[in-house]
């Protein structure tokens, strides 16, 4: 009885020993350190404040979709690439969506992204360079693709505005404003191209096209 009783001592001994060795082990792969790359826009605080909920957890179970959820609260990560760096470290390497302009609809106000995409407004050091959109994301990303079908050069405007009528008056930065259509004005902006190249038509800043088949100049 004596002798069973040592055994049992020394197997629950030797277990016990053994549950500790594995937590030991296990521990060493909680992550302690986050490494943030090839950010340009986000600063490196505001990502590493998304991930809080993920440190100390172990990198053996830590899954991709539970890093993409936390990253993919902060509209201006388009996508990411992430490695784990044993035992401890998670290095995330960012991609940002690009502004391209400042939208304004209804009280609101976001950036756009190149794909048309809502992004949140924040203070951004190149702000002043972006153009503004007086409208709604869906019928300027139809413009936005006329344009870029037609090769228009976008950095030389500097304001869209949507009207009830359906129609867009482009504001570039030389003080020009061209009134569109509703519809059907691809031709226009190939017209008012081909118009300020010519000197005689340089003196004139107003270019109307929503009469169609005419063209005021002011």
Do not use: C, H
């Not at 470290?89 to 690009?98: A, G, Q, R, Y």
């Not at 008056?169 to 902006?189: H, T």
């Amino acid at each position: 009885m004596k002798k069973r009783f040592i055994i049992a001592v020394a197997l629950l001994i030797m277990l016990t020993t053994i549950n500790s060795q594995e937590k030991i082990v296990i521990s060493k792969f909680n992550l302690q350190e986050i490494n943030i790359e090839n950010n340009f826009l986000l600063e490196e605080k505001d990502i590493k404040k998304l991930l809080i909920p993920i440190y100390n957890k172990n990198l053996l179970f830590l899954k991709n979709t539970e890093i993409e959820t936390l990253l993919m609260q902060n509209s201006f990560i388009d996508s990411f690439i992430i490695k784990k760096k044993y035992p401890n470290t998670l290095k995330v390497k960012i991609f940002e969506k690009k502004p391209i302009a400042i939208l304004f609809n209804k009280k609101n106000k976001f950036f756009l992204g190149e794909k048309i995409n809502l992004i949140e407004f924040k203070s951004l050091p190149n702000n002043q360079n972006l153009p503004y959109v007086f409208g709604n994301k869906d019928d300027f990303k139809i413009l936005y693709n006329i344009l870029i079908k037609i090769n228009f050069p976008l950095n030389q405007i500097k304001k869209y505005t949507f009207y009830e009528a359906n129609r867009w008056d482009l504001e570039f930065k030389n003080n020009d404003i061209v009134k569109l259509p509703p519809k059907n004005y691809i031709k226009n902006l190939e017209n008012y191209l081909s118009l300020k190249k010519e000197k005689d038509f340089k003196r004139y800043k107003v270019f109307d096209y929503r009469i169609n088949n005419q063209l005021i100049l002011k």
